[in-house]
């Protein structure tokens, strides 16, 4: 009885240590769309955007939920899943990382821009009250 519930203190410490780093990766997930689409697109179309790629994070995840019930029915069948899970993602990923940008050539917009940091803004004439001469400016 004893090595039975020392067995089940490891797998439980696992489990844990499993959604502890599941839950690390989701600030990824959550934050990522609303920046790239503030980098991609106009106003006009960012929260569709930003909606259409948080809903595709939620298509993956039922998708490997379908896939998963599919490709395994024992236990022998659980390694070369994941390793097929393992080859989609890095050709993905390398894909993703050898063809994306950082920002468009041209920023939809002024917030795209002054992430980009190609947006020059003139400071007001009230900024001499504070020793300026009215002719800064912010950005690149």
Do not use: H
């Amino acid at each position: 009885l004893g090595d039975l519930e020392e067995e089940e203190a490891d797998e439980t410490w696992r489990l844990y240590l499993g959604f502890f780093l599941v839950g690390l990766s989701q600030p990824l997930y959550q934050c990522t769309p609303a920046l790239l689409s503030a980098s991609w697109f106009p106003e006009n179309e960012r929260t569709m955007a930003t909606g259409v790629a948080l809903n595709s994070n939620q298509l993956g995840i039922g998708c490997a939920f379908i896939f998963g019930t599919m490709l395994v029915s024992t236990e022998e069948d659980i390694v070369p899943y994941f390793g097929l899970l393992s080859i989609i993602s890095t050709i993905t990923f390398v894909g993703a990382a050898l063809q994306f940008d950082d920002a468009p050539p041209t920023p939809p917009s002024d917030t795209a821009r002054v992430i980009k940091g190609s947006l020059e803004i003139k400071i007001p004439d009230w900024m001499k009250a504070f020793g300026g001469n009215g002719n800064e400016t912010v950005g690149g």
